[in-house]
């Protein structure tokens, strides 16, 4: 399975960003996505989550400024990210939460300069 994240670059802080996540295969029947973040010097972490039917989970720190969703039928999960902040500053990736993990890929690579 091939995960081709998408759609980071340099921001402002306050600005907005799109990510996508390509999946090479179906993910109709995978129970929960997650969006991933690895910043500089530290562990990568769980920052969102979407089962198939939509429902959500955040990290305390993106929480109402972040929305994770999924398109099944385009094997396609997205993170909006409104109110960017520097402390986001860190490649994404996107993953299946539960079970084993599918090979990472390279992630988008999201910058906020204050």
């Known amino acids: 399975v091939q995960l081709q994240a998408s759609g980071g670059g340099l921001v402002q802080a306050g600005g907005s960003l799109k990510l996508s996540c390509a999946v090479s295969r179906s993910i109709i029947s995978i129970g929960v996505m997650g969006w991933y973040r690895q910043a500089p010097g530290k562990e990568r972490e769980l920052v969102a989550t979407?089962?198939?039917?939509?429902?959500?989970t955040y990290a305390e720190s993106v929480k109402g400024r972040f929305t994770i969703f999924r398109d099944n039928a385009k094997n396609t999960v997205y993170l909006q990210m409104n109110s960017l902040k520097p402390e986001d500053t860190a490649v994404y990736y996107c993953n299946t939460v539960r079970g084993a993990k599918w090979a990472w890929g390279r992630g988008t690579q999201v910058t906020v300069s204050s």
């Open positions: 979407v089962t198939a039917v939509g429902s959500t």
